[in-house]
């Protein structure tokens, strides 16, 4: 019972302020400025260029409001991958003509989305702050009431008849703040929703192609695997073997002879002895390099596995309700490993740390180091290789690496 009551407390108070907590928050603060501000741009624009159309003069007008949707939409995007812990791809393509322009269905869903934007930002604004504000100033009230002299707080409305019944009232108010990460965490669930329905790819068109890219994406990484595998083979194990049959052959030929030079034949035995560790170990690295064998008992074992076997040091936390499938698991493991590599190696830290929870239906891969920052996807990097992998399985890759650290990488693969 104690068990249940400390996982349930872990879930819903200890995670979502260790995890998403402030980056909500800081959604939560910058949504009604950011929202008003760029609808009222747009509109300014918009409207006159509607109204003007006519006579033609409007039009540029229009498709240059909505180009503009088009940008704030990507900036949404990105606060959304780095605040909310939601990565959502854009639509893929841009308008061809400039007819396509004026019919953009990416820039009017993202004038859409700012028009449903701004009054749910309010809301937002609103609860969150009565949940913190009001919280902590309930929370403090038995200070208050000494320094007031038993007086009604103001602004907060809040009063006792005596010192000993206001601490009830901070009690309350603690039970209010401990679970107001949860709180805030559902209210914007709406905010999630929208980014996706109307900021990502939602039309079957792009799906499919979406879809088509992932799948070769897929298929290249495939292929590119398998000839790393034969190449290894060909230069590591199989040139061991060659190595060992022939100091074996000289050893049979040796022992075949009138006079067999014992030192010359325990020497070849030592040499082919020796040969066969190597091939059994380039063989073992090559298998550990498809499917680890610490994967066997979980992503937890393994992700341990893998940080004992760093050169930095990293701390592992790992909060799974149930194990997911072997093919998740795989690339959930080589993405932590390949991001451990490049913060090691690029970022020059000596500390991480390594998060891996379930919310909202999606893995959520979180590998934090406090480096030099600066990190960024290149075409022909590891991280972009990386992302084209989980694309593969609708998953997503994001960075939020400021020049100076610190550096957050994330992977979401929904469940």
Known sequence: MQNAGMAVFRRWVVEPVRGPFWGELGWILLGLPLAVLSLVGIVLVLVPGIALSPLLIGLPMVAGALLAARAVASLHRGLTASLLGTAVPGPTGKPASFKAYLADGPGWRAVAYLVLRVPLATVNLLVAAFLVVYGLGTLTYPFWWLVLDGQVLPVF??????????????????????????????????????????LGPTTLTERVRDLEESRAAAVETADVKLRRIERDLHDGAQAQLVALAMKLGVAKDELEAAEIDLDRLRALIAAAHTGAKDALTELRDLARGIHPASLDAGLEVALSTLAARSEAEVKVLVSLPERPPAAIESILYFSAAELLTNAIKHGGVSRAELQLFELDSMLRLYVSDRGRGGARMHPAGGLAGLADRLRAVDGYLSIDSPPGGPTVVAVEIPV
């Not at 809040?158 to 601490?167: A, E, K, N, T």
């Open 157 to 198: 409305d809040i009063g006792s008849s005596g010192p000993v019944l206001s601490i009830p009232l901070a009690l309350i108010a603690a039970a209010l703040l401990m679970v107001t990460p949860a709180l805030v965490h559902l209210l914007l669930g709406l905010d999630r929703v929208l980014v996706r329905a109307l």
